[in-house]
């Protein structure tokens, strides 16, 4: 996690010192994920997975090459989880499961006119956990140890409206978690889930 951290620092550092004729651009970005748990357990605890609503917001700074070809550097914070129904005991629960993560992602995009494409790695680092059954509990409460790092791979799509120096947005984006995040090896959980944002770009 450090190293990718690093290597996104270095990558924004160089944004700020190439001697290059593009325009640097600062973006906020807010809005809601829906997001799941790609589960598999062999033990049948987990009878079935569904989506749950989050908040997402992040900020982030575009090198423009061209009008067509910019690099992104992003920092957010985004929920992830799911909404499960857990047979246990011959009885059906139904839990929230949650994590915030602050994630650090690096993209590229494409722009077609005032339409354009998103994508590329992120890092991502989990600040908490927590699970709401008949109430709400740590993760670490209910002995469940998930790994606290995870990856993606990030695509999505977006349109602007420029009003002068200033760019409206509105970006669908699609998470695919890369690592197992069950550390005890009982089930194979990956996050997927969409990001829905809207947010405002202003040019240097």
């Not at 011959?90 to 006119?113: I, N, V």
Request: hydrophobic share 40%; net charge negative.
């Amino acid at each position: 996690m450090r190293r990718a951290v690093a290597c996104l620092g270095f990558l924004g550092t160089l944004l700020f010192a190439t001697p290059l004729h593009a325009q640097l651009t600062l973006g906020a970005r807010g809005g809601t994920t829906l997001s799941t748990l790609d589960f598999t357990d062999e033990t049948g605890v987990v009878q079935d997975a569904a989506p749950k609503y989050g908040a997402h917001g992040a900020v982030s700074l575009a090198y423009s090459f061209s009008d067509r070809l910019a690099l992104v550097l992003e920092a957010g914070y985004t929920q992830r989880g799911a909404e499960l129904t857990i047979l246990e005991y011959d009885a059906y629960y139904d839990a929230t499961w949650g994590y915030d993560y602050f994630d650090f992602s690096l993209l590229g995009r494409s722009s077609l006119g005032p339409a354009y494409l998103l994508a590329g790695p992120a890092a991502s680092r989990r600040v908490a956990c927590y699970t709401a059954i008949s109430h709400r509990s740590t993760c670490e409460s209910v002995g469940a140890v998930f790994r606290e790092n995870d990856y993606f791979l990030i695509g999505g799509a977006g349109v602007g409206l420029d009003t002068g120096p200033v760019t409206w947005v509105a970006e669908g984006l699609y998470n695919l978690g890369l690592l197992n995040i069950d550390n005890d090896g009982v089930t194979t959980t990956k996050h997927r889930g969409f990001v829905m944002r809207l947010g405002v770009d202003w040019r240097g």
